[in-house]
């Protein structure tokens, strides 16, 4: 699987929109983006995936570039039980491969 | 459903001594996963199961570690005998084989060896 980079730390207003970038530029044609965030002694949860097309649900949007060596996730609104850790992680479709590995994320920090 | 349920959710014990995590999947889920959490070491993938057979154990870090799956709704990870640098919190993730992926976690056990 591509390995990613992303910015060990952010800080955000809040109430302002959080924007997370990643860098994948080794993605192969295969590989989906997948965002997890972990809250501080909770277990991951996941977030939102992508292929190529921009992707949103109820949590947040994806924003993949057209060459797909990076991505952005975005928080529209942050609130203050945003601040957490954020993967961003790449990989083949579930049923062609099993794992998952983490990296080191970014550490959203939400401020009043 | 309860989600993945993981037990203890602490335990400390002494150098030496056998630990034993257990895991319960969320019902109808093919794939079972141990990951392990340090500060040092961010969250690594330990093995992972496909239908109760264990497909990649390359993350295990070494023979003191061993994990079973004996049935569809139950994991065992085994540290024996236990070290202090085993401390960690561990994770039980499990997933559905469809293609989305999503990896659904329980709430860890954090292990403490004296």
């Known amino acids: 699987d591509a390995k990613t980079t992303q910015p060990p730390s952010m800080d955000c207003a809040e109430g302002r929109a959080a924007n997370l970038p990643c860098n994948h530029s080794?993605?192969?044609?295969?590989?989906?983006v997948y965002w997890y965030r972990q809250i501080h002694s909770q277990g991951p949860q996941y977030i939102i995936h992508?292929?190529?097309n921009n992707e949103t649900n109820e949590m947040a949007s994806l924003i993949i570039t057209e060459d797909r060596k990076s991505s952005t996730l975005i928080l529209p609104h942050a609130t203050l039980r945003d601040t957490a850790v954020y993967y961003c992680?790449?990989?083949?479709?579930?049923?062609?491969?099993?794992?998952?590995?983490f990296g080191q994320g970014t550490e959203l920090s939400v401020k009043p | 459903d309860a989600g993945v349920i993981q037990s203890p959710r602490h335990e400390v014990t002494e150098m030496g001594q056998e630990v034993t995590l257990r895991c319960k999947p969320i019902?109808?889920?093919?794939?079972l996963f141990w990951y392990r959490q340090t500060m040092m070491r961010g969250l690594e993938l330990l093995i992972y199961?496909?239908?109760?057979?264990?497909?990649?154990d390359s993350g295990m870090p070494e023979d003191r570690f061993s994990a079973k799956m004996p049935n569809a709704s139950f994991s065992t990870l085994k540290i024996q005998p236990s070290e202090p640098r085993d401390s960690a919190v561990y994770f039980c993730?499990?997933?559905?084989?469809?293609?989305?992926?999503?990896?659904?976690f329980g709430e860890g056990s954090r292990l403490t060896v004296l």
């Open positions: 080794t993605i192969s044609g295969n590989e989906y």
């Open positions: 993730a499990s997933r559905s084989a469809g293609t989305s992926g999503e990896l659904f």
């Open positions: 992508g292929l190529k």
């Open positions: 199961f496909n239908n109760n057979v264990p497909i990649d």
């Open positions: 019902s109808g889920h093919d794939y």
């Open positions: 992680i790449v990989r083949v479709a579930s049923n062609q491969g099993g794992k998952l590995i």
